[in-house]
């Protein structure tokens, strides 16, 4: 039995549909806060459990009969650590056999703010005595992308990326590779480092969508301060948008960059260029 922790989200969500291209529904077990908000997994014959990163006793209980886990890390930044524990032990305390951990990309030399508590994941997993394997994400397309609408508001791609490499991938990308170590043998100690195929500057993001709009986009490369101001006076809330400026940060100085195609050999294909995500992006509205 197959377990994902966040199964409502983005990625979970993508994990299930592509696990149930090579898994009979009745071997994967959806881990959600809440069951209601995943009925229609449960129709289509999915094992719908409670289970609540805050809240051991609903871990431990959740746990029960499963033999392999993906652990989606927790989308409560600051968080993070203390949830993914709670998971782990949890974990261990059911004898599981494999447990999978979405990460960041080159966790342990990362400038990425966010790195520190994948980092510290990572060691958990690591002195917990539980197999485990590590699926090291680069950052999603759709990071970018939905800061599309604001682009062609402004005539202005804002970043703090200078022209720093980024090889993003779609999410599906990221969701396929999951479900393909999930469901794979002998993974104990295997580390993936996923990155899209092709990198681009913000720069070149901003090219890419004058070509796809025909309206003109340039891109102005501000001071991290600065671009997190600017995050904050379009809405986001101010720890997001201090996030965001220090992922930016961390492309220029090489954190978002890998050209091993490590992602593309192990989906079997390859991952979807930044222009079409662009292009679905512009679809959506």
Same mark, same amino acid.
Request: net charge negative; proline share 4%; charged share 20%.
């Given at each position: ?92 305390? +059911?004898?599981? /056999?494999? $447990?999978?951990?979405? #990460?960041?990309?080159? *966790?342990? @030399?990362?400038?990425?703010?966010? %790195? ?69 043998? +002998?993974?104990? /100690?295997? $580390?993936?480092?996923? #990155?899209?195929?092709? *990198?681009? @500057?913000?720069?070149?993001?901003? %090219? ?78």
């Amino acid at each position: 039995m197959i377990a994902i922790t966040g199964a409502s989200g983005q990625l979970g969500r993508l994990v299930i549909d592509e696990l149930l291209t090579t898994t009979p529904a009745s071997e994967i077990t959806a881990l959600v806060r809440t069951p209601e908000s995943i009925s229609d997994l449960a129709e289509r014959g999915i094992t719908v459990r409670q289970a609540d990163y805050n809240e051991p006793g609903t871990l431990i209980e959740a746990l029960k009969g499963i033999k392999k886990l993906l652990l989606i890390s927790s989308s409560e930044v600051g968080q993070r650590a203390q949830q993914h524990q709670n998971v782990i032990n949890a974990a261990k305390e +059911n004898g599981i /056999g494999l $447990i999978a951990y979405t #990460s960041i990309l080159h *966790a342990d @030399t990362s400038p990425l703010g966010l %790195a520190e508590e994948h980092r510290a994941t990572e060691a958990m997993l690591s002195e917990s005595g539980i197999p485990f394997a590590l699926l090291r994400n680069g950052w999603y397309s759709e990071n970018y992308t939905a800061g599309i609408p604001a682009a062609l508001q402004l005539g202005t791609l804002y970043g703090c990326a200078g022209d720093g490499l980024i090889a993003s991938a779609a999410r599906a990308d990221y969701a396929a590779a999951a479900a393909k170590v999930i469901t794979l043998d +002998n993974q104990g /100690g295997k $580390i993936y480092e996923l #990155s899209g195929d092709k *990198a681009y @500057t913000l720069a070149e993001l901003a %090219a890419k969508i004058s070509q796809q709009t025909g309206k003109e986009i340039g891109y102005v490369n501000l001071p991290e301060a600065d671009y997190a101001s600017a995050l904050e006076q379009a809405g986001l809330p101010a720890p997001l948008a201090h996030m965001l400026a220090d992922s930016d940060t961390g492309a220029s100085q090489g954190g978002l960059y890998d050209n091993s195609q490590t992602l593309s050999g192990l989906i079997g294909r390859p991952t979807t260029p930044i222009a079409e995500s662009v292009k679905e992006a512009l679809k959506g509205g």
